[in-house]
């Protein structure tokens, strides 16, 4: 298990570069697999969520080579269509490796991912997907068999813009015959990158970032290189980071526009926010305001994966904040984590009610999810003595040595593992 022990009171001031995005690598990741030919992928990021997914990867039969932020995937000759148990409950986000794997091997077995820490996780989108393309679902216990034998294009209509039902139908519709509409697709940036990807690996995708995807069957796929895109959430933590510590900072390789609805309530909270084509520059006043009202939506709205750093802002801000949370039913346990910390803060249901404190005092405190975690981690800058964050790991799930990147801005944390 790991720690990070973080000293309050510093103002963070400097400039730092977002890292790889990891929700753009995972599914860029599953669809490596779908090429079957030798793919180098750049400026990704070193994650435990990324290592489990290269380690499903060579379970399935590909050959990895890693150097430095670079993958080359040799996906030419699979082993088995079956997603190895243990790896795939660790992360449910291996359940985007169904639709290249069926598309590959005409049949996937997965086991159900399971809930997790932010909520239930249902996968029926995915199924009710990959079903419209003319797959055969059979569920026995845990376990789920898909044969796709013929798959043929269809039009999709997504009952929500699930962001990894989107990303595994996209990529079943790439060996499908014909061509598949998906409907109220999810718009996030990240579909957009794996849409650049399939195209650079020579499939027919377009529409993703709008709320309709178009995906031609067929295709010749080839070798290629690729540089995944930047994390807009890690670039979006650091700048709330900048602004819980009072400080002053300038995040680069991160364009403004993926970012625009978290500026917008970081200018809310009396941060004076500054872009560039591709940087973000912050200064933050002594003390945040209050946000009247936040509500995470899929994107373009405030996204999920946000919330609870913006929590912690609100917990010192001058103010009572109200933040729903409308994507997951469940993301709210740095509440309490943020309570021990003299935090005041009120849970019904979806919604949070956040009475600002003129203080956080450090404590001993336990990340139950990734952005909770860095969330944490963000209260203990700016409270006063020392805070622990206990199960950190769960935090290297999402961030590249989060305390590196925030000491490189001078704060003052340090990692113990045991
Ligand atoms: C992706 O998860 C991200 N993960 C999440 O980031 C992110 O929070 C989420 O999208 C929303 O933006 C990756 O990209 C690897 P969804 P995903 O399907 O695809 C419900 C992080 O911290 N739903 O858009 O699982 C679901 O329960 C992680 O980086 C169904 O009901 O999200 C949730 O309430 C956390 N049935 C809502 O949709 C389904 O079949 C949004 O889920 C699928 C989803």
Request: contains cysteine; charged residues 20%; aromatic residues 4%.
């Amino acid at each position: 298990m790991s720690i990070l022990i973080v000293r309050g009171g510093t103002k963070l001031e400097g400039e730092i570069c977002a890292q790889g995005s990891k929700n753009a690598a995972l599914p860029i990741l599953a669809a490596s697999l779908l090429c079957g030919r030798t793919v180098r992928l750049t400026n990704v990021p070193r994650l435990s969520d990324v290592a489990n997914m290269t380690a499903i990867l060579c379970q399935l039969g590909c050959v990895i080579q890693q150097d430095g932020d670079a993958l080359t995937i040799d996906s030419s000759r699979l082993t088995t269509c079956v997603l190895p148990e243990r790896l795939s409950k660790e992360m449910r986000s291996s359940i985007f490796l169904l639709g290249s794997v069926l598309g590959r091997l005409k049949e996937a077995v997965a086991t159900y991912p399971g809930g997790c820490e932010i909520g239930n996780r249902p996968i029926d989108l995915h199924l009710q997907g990959l079903k419209r393309l003319g797959a055969e679902i059979h569920e026995d216990g845990g376990r789920i068999r898909i044969k796709g034998g013929r798959l043929k294009g269809a039009v999709v209509q997504l009952d929500y813009p699930s962001v990894g039902a989107t990303e595994n139908v996209m990529l079943a519709a790439c060996s499908a015959h014909g061509e598949t509409v998906v409907q109220n697709a999810a718009r996030e940036p990240e579909i957009v990158a794996l849409q650049d990807f399939l195209n650079a690996a020579g499939y027919h995708v377009n529409g993703a970032g709008t709320s309709t995807v178009v995906i031609r069957g067929g295709g010749t796929p080839h070798e290629l290189e690729y540089r995944i895109m930047p994390d807009r959430i890690a670039a979006g933590t650091l700048l709330t980071a900048g602004a819980i510590s009072g400080g002053n900072v300038r995040v680069t390789g991160i364009s403004p526009d993926m970012l625009s609805a978290v500026v917008d309530k970081l200018v809310a909270t009396g941060c004076k926010v500054s872009s560039e084509p591709d940087s973000i520059a912050l200064i933050a006043p002594e003390r945040p305001k209050e946000l009247e009202r936040m509500d995470t939506l899929p994107y373009p709205g405030l996204p999920t994966d946000m919330q609870a750093q913006f929590f912690s802002l609100c917990q010192v801000a001058d103010g009572t904040s109200v933040i729903v949370e409308n994507v997951f039913e469940n993301r709210f346990k740095h509440a309490q984590e943020l309570r021990i910390m003299g935090g005041k803060n009120v849970i019904y249901g979806r919604t949070a009610v956040i009475r600002g404190v003129d203080k956080l005092f450090g404590a001993k405190v336990t990340a139950r999810d990734l952005r909770g975690g860095a969330a944490l981690v963000l209260a203990g800058l700016r409270a006063e003595g020392v805070t622990v964050v206990e199960q950190a790991e769960i935090i290297d799930r999402g961030y590249e040595a989060l305390e590196e990147q925030l000491n490189s801005l001078g704060a003052s944390i340090e990692r113990k593992d045991n």
